[in-house]
C-alpha cells in the first residue's frame, strides 16, 4: 500500500480536525486522565470547560495553518485514504538549538505495526534538514510509542542519534534528537 505524508493545505485541515480527537482518545490511553488529555465534563478531550462539543473543539488546531512556513500540519495517507497526521514547528515553537520539532504524530489503530508510520515519519525527516527533536511519555503504558521512535530515529540516522528522560514543557518525557543535515 502506498503511504504519504504530505503538506495538509487549508482546504484538507477537516480531515485532521476530524482526526484529532480519536488522536486525544488514544493518548489518554498510555497518559491516563489526569496525565495526558484532559477529559472534561462534557465528553470531550479538552481543559476547557466552555468547550461543550466536537464543533467547539473543531478550531483548536487552526494555528497550524495560520503560521505557513513556521508551522507545517502533514496528512498521512495510505491508499489514498486518511490514516493519521503531523505536525512539525520551527522556531520559535521549538527549544533553543532545535530546527524541527515533531510535536504532534498520529497514525490510526488499523495502520500500525504495518511500517506505514515509519514510512510517514521518514518522509517528514527527508522534507526538511537539520537538528530534530521528538518527545513521547515515558511511562510502562507507552512502551509501544517509545519502540517506535527508537526504532524509526535509530534505522532513519542509522543509530546515529540522542535519547535522554528530561524536563519539558509537557513533563517528564523521553526525548529523541537527531540532525539530518
Not at 50 to 58: K, P, W
Request: glycine share 10%; with cysteine; charged share 20%.
Amino acid at each position: 500500500m502506498k503511504i504519504e505524508a504530505k503538506p495538509a493545505p487549508p482546504e484538507e485541515a477537516y480531515i485532521i480536525k476530524n482526526l484529532y480527537p480519536l488522536y486525544l482518545h488514544d493518548l489518554s490511553g498510555h497518559y491516563g486522565l489526569t496525565n495526558g488529555p484532559v477529559l472534561n465534563p462534557h465528553g470531550i478531550f479538552e481543559e476547557s470547560n466552555e468547550i461543550r462539543t466536537l464543533a467547539d473543539q473543531y478550531n483548536v488546531q487552526s494555528i497550524w495553518w495560520e503560521k505557513p512556513g513556521c508551522l507545517h500540519p502533514f496528512l498521512i495517507r495510505a491508499g489514498g485514504n486518511p490514516a493519521g497526521f503531523a505536525f512539525v514547528a520551527t522556531p520559535p515553537h521549538c527549544n533553543a538549538g532545535v530546527d524541527y520539532f515533531v510535536n504532534e504524530f498520529f497514525v490510526l489503530q488499523p495502520y500500525r505495526g504495518l511500517g506505514y508510520a515509519q514510512q510517514a515519519a521518514v518522509q517528514i525527516f527527508e522534507r526538511f534538514k537539520g537538528r530534530w527533536e521528538l518527545f513521547t511519555n515515558p511511562a510502562e503504558k507507552n512502551a509501544a510509542g517509545q519502540k517506535f521512535w527508537r526504532k524509526t530515529v535509530s534505522g532513519y540516522t542509522k543509530g546515529n542519534y540522542a535519547e535522554k528522560l528530561g524536563t519539558t514543557y509537557n513533563g517528564e518525557m523521553l526525548i529523541f534528537s537527531f540532525d539530518n543535515a
